[in-house]
Every structure is written in structure tokens, then in C-alpha cells.
């Protein structure tokens, strides 16, 4: 079941591994899946930081490996800090060796198994291997010199947030008060305009140019609200039909939840794990927990997540979890799952008890995928 990539080779499949990956991994076990001979997919994992874990890591691959239509071979990578000089063999062997065993009784064929440490890399598979691996330089000289804009990074920096602007984040404050202080009928509400729906209000954040600090203001507030929180959430990846649809699903929402004695994320949950009788409030959830085939418009979720940035950015301490959250599972929906993670660390950090940060925190960190990346797109002008 095991082809060996020749060593000669090996080293230039490696240097081609972040530019396939969209990242430079740090720390990481990179899994790269085949169809046949070509490359389809790259899965990405935090390396386990127990010898204990190992197992489940590897149960979680060999499960997504299965997942994925048309996979049928696969390259796992190591990316570590240690060294070949700390023990004379590559590190991480055990969980390669575990990997590859799981992985070809799955039926996949383990191409090879690849170590990129602090010192050397070399095969897992390779008899000869040298007990200081084979020299990074070989790796070095293959890979593209760097752009000014090139955005191969470890997979942590898309969580990263401007620096915060003083002056801008204090005029966001004093419309946050204004409004939260302000009568609904009155005159601070009537100059949000068409912006006082939620579904115009994130259409509006899309467009190019600045926003309004009355207006950031206003999305944080909704932000820090479970209902339109979810709403918006799914009308950044989704489009405005989806959130017109989420925000009318709100109130009865509400109603259920507060009738149970639950609030509106464990209702989500759990309405999942029964039929609902209500298709649309049934769909809605299997978008948020990604239980459904229909994918997200990348471009559309990429644009999300640089509004989100910035109104990250000029957020107050206490308006932060929202939007941290929101953009954490945008992440997700990306295939971030690191990034994802990190955000939801600062959203913790900031708010422990917060519902949502934590329900996701504990659905991302089971290793859970979203169906729509186990589906092939749709080729254009397909029918």
C-alpha cells in the first residue's frame, strides 16, 4: 500500500507544500491528499502535544481522508521545532508510523511520510535515512523568492487584528452609548437609515469604501446580540436571502428558547438532534453547524472577514466577543481551523463565560468539518 517518493524528489515536494498549503506551517502535521497523482486537498493539525493524543488526532485525519470524495492517497508532513540531533532519528515517528497504519487500513495509499524538523528532513519510510536527516538547504533553494504581498504564513496570522486606533475607537464608543442610551423611535436610530436593518446593514459593510462610525457602532451592538449575532453570521458566508430568512427565524427562536429555559445557541444544538417541524429554522441550524452540502461564496466570506477585521478593531473590550466569534466561524467555513481557534481564545480571554465562543469552541475543537467541504464545487455553467 506504501510508494516511497523517491528522496531525490522529496525535497522538491516539500518546498512545493506551502504553496499548495496557502501557508508556511509551524508546528503543525499537514496531511497532503491524493486523487490518483494529483494533489486535492491539504488537511492541517496543531502537532498533539501528549503522546496520549495521538490516537484521536489520527482517528480525526483517517475520518476527514474518508470524507473527502476521490481521495485515495495521502502525504503526511511533520512540521516541528525539535531536531534530528535531540534523539538521531526524526522526531514525531511514532505518529507518522500510527498515521500511515490507520491510513492503509482505511484503504489509502501512504505516498510517503516526511519530516521537516528544526536541523534536517528525510522520510519516515527511508531505510537510509541519516540519523541528522538530509540538510534544509536542499529544501531552501527550491522555494520561491518572497513577494511583497505573499500571504504563506502559519495558518494563526489570519486571526491576527489591526492595531487599534485611539481616536477611531473612541468616536465607536460614544455612538455605542448614544444608541444604547437612545429612544428606538428617536432621532439616533432614524439616522442609521437604510442601515437599521440588519440585512442592509451587512450588505452595506461589504461595499467598498469607510463606515461610519454610528454605523460600526450599530453592528457591534447587534453583534453582542444572540439573535442578529447568528443572523448576520450566516449572511456574511450565505447572502442576504439566507440572512432575511435567519432574522425572521429570530423571534420564534426566542420564543422557543425562552419557553424551555434555554438560550438561543443551546436551542440551535439542540433542535439539531431532533426532526424540527419548522424546515426553515431546521435548515438555518444545519448552516451554522455546517451540516449541509451548500457551500459559502469564498469571495464573499473573504471580503466578510476584512470588514470583520476592522470592526474588531474599533471595538471596545466588551463588544469584542461577537464579532471575534462571528469571524471565527467564518474562518472555519474557510477550512481555518486554526485561525479559527486563535479567535476564539481572545474571545474567551475576554469573556469566559461567553455562550457562543464556548458552544464553538467545543464544536471546532472536535474536529469538526463542515459538509461543504467534503462536496465538490459546481463547475461553472454546470446544470
Known sequence: MTT??????????????PSLAGFEPVRSLVCVAFEGSRTVGVLRHDLPRRSRDRSALVAVVVATLCRMPGVDGVVPVVYTEAGFADRGDAPERRLVELLAARASEAGFVVRDGLCVANDGWGSYLDPALPPTGHP????????????ADDRRHE?????????????????????????????????????LGADLDPVELVEHLLEPGSVPARTAAWFLHLAARPAFRDGMMLQFAFGPLVGAAAHDDAASSLERAESRGMTAEELVLGELAVESDDSVSELLARLLMGQTVLRPERARVERS??????????????????????????????????????????ALELDPEHTMATLLDRHLGSGALPEWAFSRPREHGAG
Open 4 to 17: 516511497i517518493i523517491r528522496a531525490g524528489s522529496a525535497h522538491e515536494f516539500l518546498a512545493f507544500v
Open 136 to 147: 534544509l538547504a536542499l529544501i531552501d533553494a527550491l522555494r520561491p523568492a518572497p513577494c
Open 155 to 191: 495558518p494563526v496570522v489570519y486571526a491576527l487584528i489591526p492595531e487599534r486606533d485611539p481616536r477611531r475607537t473612541a468616536a465607536v464608543v460614544r455612538a455605542l452609548d448614544r444608541l444604547e442610551a437612545a429612544d428606538p423611535s428617536g432621532a439616533e436610530f432614524t439616522r
Open 305 to 346: 472577514v476584512d470588514v470583520l477585521r476592522r470592526m474588531i478593531a474599533d471595538a471596545p473590550d466588551p463588544h469584542r466577543p461577537g464579532p471575534l466569534c462571528i469571524m471565527a466561524w467564518l474562518m472555519w467555513a474557510l477550512g481555518r481551523g486554526s485561525a479559527a481557534g486563535a479567535l476564539l481564545d481572545a
